[in-house]
């Protein structure tokens, strides 16, 4: 270390005494075991500033620091790591010292975060003035002193809430600026977001919580304005309808049972809306009661050939199919076909597989909402991420969940 000392200063970049002290207890420790390691860490930081400050290629990096490749190597483990947002703080720290503020901004960063969380949450509950969760009053201040940040009491009924009280968000100890952001991407992720990757990006301590937090969206996302609304479709409207089944192929599995492939049923309205809903078996009874809870009679029915649909059909406006066991995908110069429920489908399967891997057959109907929201609130209907981010936000209202109810729903 000694020889580093020395060399201290040589350029402009390389980190003081003061500096080192502060940075070293971020980093990585020397493995316990093993070769002991042959580059000092100082240096790598020092070289990285280097880079940084320079702006030289990292091939350009003067001799005196270790190997450019050492160097590079160690940047992008860093990057990985988000170790710089970490050494940067404590930077800060060090220097809102120096110039005799207060400490540790990060805690005041995330405070202001959460501030400004709560107003736009705030804000996109109660457009119209803060009302009572309880008795709907709109007589009630915001309480001063001591009390916890965003509690308003209530002048009629005496209750206390804040914006999460009667919501998804009811409870949770996840900061409400991290609650933003998981709805942000949820909503903007065409095919879905893991739970484990809702715990990297946010920084969420256990995947327990993150999985928690993504079905408490999924909540918000569940949209059934539709039955206030005479269901889907209407007159010279169409709603396909169409049967799925999602879940591992059997040739995967090498000794265990193949896993039951689980049925969904879809009702999308063409240049719309869709429902999708999963069923214990595609049955005409099991079908005829999702299509007509959630379908307008007055629009026309499209549907594969399925022996389940005529008797249904008949019940509506309409009703073409399309014969795929003899490779018909469309008739009537194209007007006849289920394409668009295919195309859903598509989004779907992709996400299941693809981001989720395997769906208990207890989540599934909360997947589909997700999926569900997605699509009938997509790019193409003119909706777009941030917009659909507020209208999630927006369905928090009046809607709990709690960990034991995914688990039994
Ligand atoms: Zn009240």
Same mark, same amino acid.
């Given at each position: ?20 002290? !502060? ?11 093993? !070769? ?9 930081? +020092? ?31 860093? %990057? ?5 947002? /970490? ?5 800060? %720290? ?6 005799? !503020? ?25 457009? =119209? ?17 001591? /009390?916890?940040?965003? %509690?308003?009491?209530? +002048? ?7 914006? !999460? ?10 900061? $409400? ?23 990297? +990006? ?24 539709? @039955? ?7 007159? *010279? ?11 591992? @192929? ?51 029915? %499209? ?19 399309? =014969?795929?066991?003899? +490779?018909?995908? #469309? ?7 289920? =394409?668009?429920?295919? *195309?859903?489908?598509?989004? $779907? ?31 193409? $209907?003119?909706?777009?991420? #941030? ?5 999630? $936000? ?7 969940? /709690? ?5 039994? #729903?």
């Amino acid at each position: 270390m000694a020889d580093i000392e020395k060399k201290t200063k040589r350029y402009p970049t390389d980190l003081t005494d003061e500096e080192w002290e !502060r940075i070293r207890p971020f980093l990585p420790k020397p493995a316990a075991k093993g !070769r002991k390691p042959s580059v000092d860490m100082r240096e790598v930081l +020092n070289a990285i500033r280097y880079v940084a400050r320079a702006g030289c290629g990292w091939r350009m990096l003067p001799k005196d620091f270790p190997p450019w490749r050492t160097v590079y190597w160690w940047f992008r483990r860093f %990057m990985r790591r988000f170790l710089f947002e /970490t050494i940067h703080d404590v930077a800060l %720290m060090i220097d809102r010292e120096r110039s005799g !503020r207060e400490a540790s901004p990060s805690a005041g960063v995330i405070d202001s975060q959460s501030v400004k969380a709560r107003e736009h949450i705030e804000a996109s509950r109660w457009p =119209n003035g803060v009302a009572c969760p309880f008795c709907g009053s709109f007589d009630v201040h915001r309480m001063g002193g001591k /009390t916890q940040a965003g %509690m308003f009491l209530c +002048n009629d009924c005496r209750d206390k809430f804040t914006c !999460r009280t009667g919501t998804v968000m009811e409870r949770s100890h996840i900061p $409400l600026h991290k609650w933003l952001f998981a709805i942000h991407l949820m909503a903007s992720s065409k095919k879905g977001v893991s739970a484990h990757q809702l715990m990297r +990006n946010l920084g969420i301590g256990s995947y327990r919580t993150a999985w928690f937090l993504a079905h408490r969206i999924r909540e918000a996302m569940v949209d059934d304005s539709h @039955k206030a609304t005479g269901g889907l479709g209407g007159a *010279n409207k169409v709603v396909e309808v169409d049967e799925t089944f999602v879940g591992g @192929k059997a040739k995967n599995r090498a000794y265990r049972e193949p896993a039951p492939k689980k049925a969904v049923v879809s009702l999308v309205e063409r240049e719309g809306r869709v429902h999708s809903r999963h069923v214990a078996d595609v049955t005409a009874k099991t079908v005829r009661e999702i299509i007509v809870t959630n379908a307008n009679r007055a629009s026309a029915l %499209m549907t594969d050939d399925a022996a389940i649909y005529p008797a249904i059909g008949r019940e509506f406006a309409g009703h073409e199919t399309v =014969n795929h066991s003899a +490779n018909e995908y #469309a008739r009537f110069g194209g007007f006849a076909h289920v =394409n668009t429920a295919e *195309n859903f489908y598509s989004i $779907l399967k992709r996400g299941i597989t693809g981001i989720y891997h395997s769906v208990s057959e207890t989540h599934l109907h909360r997947y589909l909402r997700e999926f569900d929201f997605r699509y009938s609130n997509r790019s193409g $209907l003119g909706i777009e991420d #941030a917009e659909r981010a507020a209208k999630t $936000l927006r369905g928090v209202e009046g809607k709990r969940l /709690t960990y034991a109810q995914p688990l039994n #729903a």
